[in-house]
């Protein structure tokens, strides 16, 4: 309940503030996520990493415009409650609103590539941490990738566990969504380009989906050395929790394994492996800086997810100090950086299609089920 | 002139001016009000005046929409001949589903209906070859009439009005046809009827057919209004939901299908104030309509015709509603 | 891998039955589909899980409470929602079970949030070794809860008072009340019960699965279908249907199709209905 009461004063402080009182000092930046059902978790993250970031840049008096006026910044959030349809309407709502200059997010790929369409006939800029390839090589100019696509995580991934760690089976399981099909797809071309490996077992399930046995019990059976499964987090640590039932006792690796796919997996999240782009443990001065701000603001540490939007911010904050507090000031401005330093990495918002960034960064959960980065890609 | 003459202008001329007192958000929930209510007709048709309880009803809503759509898409028909074509192709459906519901009834029918939406929506989840899987389809057209396309929201709020008119005067008169006594009728009591010499299986069959087809018409309107489509907007909630519109409104009640759809959908909007709770008061409001108003909303104006003539001094005939 | 699946199939499958023994008691003790069924299930995992966590009781008092939950919102409920409603026309009736199924749901949603959360094991997560058949130790535990359920069940409603008011109430309530019988008592307590049955089923249920608010509309569907299966009013008739749901889900996932599994599933039940339209044990009230 706590969390649902902050939302909406959240929501209060940034939406009804009347208009008269800003007049033209704000810059309002859009953000899409699921704020509301089971995954409201991955919301929460995302909102806040947006929300600490807005902060920072007013506490410093805001953002220069280039005409040299200062502005504050503001964060007006829609939720797409993980749904297509809703996040269409919520993006909608959100391009309608002329004072809405950029806007980010959705997180789920699935919600993101059909809706592309209304960010572009708008020409405003957007930039998502969804992690679908398809997302940024289909032709779209105002879409950006906040972290790398799965294509590279999945290949970074691989070169780990197959490469480097010498597994030998391997077997493949997805949530039946665009990201999770897609995944499947880049792995089984990796697999048999690089390593000469087919897959043991392949197996699906639907988003939403409460019983994996059949599922569980195919790869069981196969038993391979190692399980990639892509898709959603609850499923994925339902699916752990039933393999481990049966006995199967290989390595679980996992595209979202964060802090929500480890407080459900809670004990069986130790050994667990996968590619992200950031995590909180990583060991530079940014990120420990930004883990301690998160973490006093808010309780506890960010999410993967949290940087993308914290990065979101402070990035479009620049593209509109460079271009302006307008839409295509802001998208102008972006497409022509070549180079800008966020917590993340290193970004190249000018990359074609909307690629900005690239590394990645494998984890594995220890038995105190911190995830500890065991590997580095670029 | 009729009490119900001057009330059919009014509600003309609100609908006419509607679209110039709303904002955009506004209208295109009106829109919704309208498809749904074309929905809730067809769904009145066979669980109304036929008595049969369907709770699957965006099982059909589902293959009119994306029978539009993948037509349009896909194969690049014309919006106004893929319309035609989802009626055609959900009324099949319809054909097929009037089997199960020649043998059984009750529960035994509730469950096969339930169990045709939920195939359905899985079927549209896995078969991504033509639906596009969880993604769906989307960059749906809007239709044109004589070349102007109709992409504003206003023009379409016209379009669904007219259909909707249309098709509340068509039901009218197929309802209160032979056609509509004898599925009355069997409703009533199967037995009597096909005694008085009505043709069970034939009747169920039309009726079966005549719901899918008119909600397919509904499905195809609102694929080609939100212009993107997923198997999310067809799960068996809104099966539920359809159901209650009918029920809230008054069964066997036309009008009260339109005053059900209008209420069940625009009450959450007014309800919005309470964000995500609003779910928990429209369970509320559906408890306590039921309990205190079990023959509908409808059921309202005959109460409130009532209270006005007992309380006007000289002596009036009360009207029967 | 076969025995595996066919164990934690029937453990499944009892608990749909249970959950449909419930729905089936509604309806031949009041004439009334509670929609809402399914509902008790999560309510009582969610009253377990609280007890445990917030109030930090012991594991089996937690449980108890769970289960007491169940019966007592099924009290609260046929009081104020049901009781007066009773023999208005059904389709009525179905409305306002529709109306608490959303309701209990969204009220779940917002008193516990809409995240999942893990409720813990009761035995740990290895397998054990059963009569040489290797299973899951959960699903020992539901069969033989469910089986001793049933036996005491039916000496309930044999040898005791209270069993044979159900009983009577069930078959005629004019005659019943007739012969003396408390009927809007008896009416209530069976209500009760069959929530109460729910609530079991949700305990035993919690471990298996993740404890969300959404779980009761997918638990009320599966048993809604047991219930028809096997009669729609035939109580063993309710269990076995049950059982073979839990059986064909996980026996047609495995060795035909995971994704299309419902559609099979629903598939050969509509197939089964039209063969036989009264469900496997027709029942005549």
Known sequence: MPKTIQALCTAALVGFTPAAVLADDVVTLGLVGIMTGPNAQNGEFVRNGAMLAVEQVNAKGGLTLPDGSKATLALEVVDDQGKPDIGLNAIRRLVSDQDVVAFMGPDFSGITFPTLFAGEEAGIAQITSSIAAKITNSDYEHIFGGRSNDGQWMRALLDYAVGDKGMKSVGLSFTNIELGRSGKDVAVEYLKDNFDIEPLVEVSHSYGDKDLTASAAQIAQANPELLVNWGTQIEAALLLRQLRGLGWNGVFAFNAADDIFSSLAQGQSEGVIGPQNWVWTVDDNQTQSFVSAYKEAYGNNPSPHSIVYYDGVRLLAEAAAKGGDSRSGILTALKSMNAWEGIQGDYTPSGEGGNMISDVVIIEYDSDIVPQVVGRFE | ?321 | ?285
């Open chain 3, 1 to 285: 891998m076969l025995s595996t699946l066919l164990f934690s199939g029937i453990a499944m499958g009892c608990l749909y039955g249970l959950i449909a023994l419930g729905f089936v008691l509604i309806w031949n003790t009041a004439a009334i589909v509670n929609f809402a069924q399914g509902e008790f299930a999560m309510v009582s995992m969610f009253f377990a899980l609280t007890g445990l966590t917030m109030m930090g009781l012991p594991l089996v008092i937690a449980l108890i409470m769970g289960v007491v939950g169940a019966f007592l919102l099924g009290l609260l409920m046929e009081r104020i929602a049901i009781r007066p409603i009773l023999g208005v026309d059904p389709l009525s009736v179905i409305t306002v079970t529709i109306g608490l199924q959303i309701l209990f749901s969204n009220g779940a949603k917002f008193v516990w949030g809409t995240q999942p959360f893990v409720f813990p094991q009761y035995f740990g997560t290895a397998p054990v070794e059963f009569m040489g058949l290797r299973m899951q130790a959960q699903s020992l535990a539901i069969i033989v809860v469910v089986a001793v359920l049933a036996i005491a069940m039916h000496q309930i409603s044999q040898k005791t008072k209270f069993g044979k008011s159900l009983r009577a109430v069930s078959q005629n309530r004019e005659t019943a009340s007739l012969m003396g019988i408390n009927v809007s008592r008896t009416i209530a307590l069976g209500i009760g019960c069959a929530t109460g049955l729910a609530g079991i089923a949700g305990i035993l249920m919690a471990p298996i699965t993740f404890v969300s608010a959404d779980l009761g509309l997918p638990l009320l569907i599966k048993s809604f279908i047991a219930a028809v299966l096997g009669g729609f009013g035939s109580y063993p008739g309710a269990l076995i249907g049950g059982v073979i749901i839990g059986v064909l889900d996980n026996l047609i996932g495995f060795y035909i199709s995971s994704e299309y599994r419902d559609v099979i599933l629903f598939g050969l039940l509509i197939i089964m209905l039209l063969v036989r339209p009264s469900g496997l044990f027709p029942h005549h009230r």
């Open chain 2, 1 to 321: 002139m009729t009490k119900g003459f001057w009330l059919k202008i009014l509600i003309v001329i609100i609908t006419v001016l509607l679209p110039l007192i709303l904002n955009g958000y506004q209208l295109q929930v009106m829109v919704m009000v309208g498809i749904f209510s074309i929905l809730t007709l067809s769904l009145n048709v066979i669980s109304g005046y036929g008595g049969m309880i369907s709770l699957g009803h965006a099982g059909f809503f589902l293959v009119g929409a994306y029978t539009s759509a993948i037509l349009t898409v896909d194969a690049g028909v014309n919006p106004w001949l893929a319309l035609i074509a989802a009626i055609l192709v959900t009324a099949l459906f319809g054909l097929l589903l009037s089997f199960p519901a020649l043998k059984l009834s009750g529960h035994f029918l509730a469950v096969i209906t339930i169990a045709f939406g939920l195939i359905m929506q899985i079927l549209a989840i896995n078969m991504e070859w033509l639906t596009g899987g969880i993604e769906g389809v989307s960059q749906i057209p809007r239709p044109s009439i004589f070349g102007y396309d109709l992409k504003g929201d206003n023009a379409f709020y016209y379009l669904v009005a007219v259909v909707l008119i249309a098709t509340f005067w068509l039901l009218k008169q197929i309802l209160h046809s032979d056609f509509g006594r004898s599925l009355r009728a069997v409703r009533d009591d199967e037995v009597a009827a096909s005694c008085m010499g009505i043709d069970i299986r034939a009747t169920k069959i039309i009726a079966f057919v005549l719901s899918a087809g008119v909600a397919g018409l509904a499905g195809a309107l609102y694929a080609h209004f939100v212009r993107y489509l997923n198997p999310d907007s067809f799960t068996l909630e809104i099966s539920i939901r359809v159901f209650l519109m009918v029920i809230i409104g008054g069964i066997g009640s036309l009008g009260g299908s339109i005053l059900g759809a209008a209420t069940v959908y625009l009450l959450p909007e007014f309800l919005r104030f309470l964000d995500n709770y609003y779910y928990l008061a429209f369970g509320l409001a559906v408890v306590l309509v039921m309990r205190f108003l079990p023959g509908g909303l409808i059921s309202l104006g005959p109460i409130l015709e009532r209270g006005i003539s007992r309380g006007s001094t000289s002596k009036r005939r009360r009207k029967d509603a």
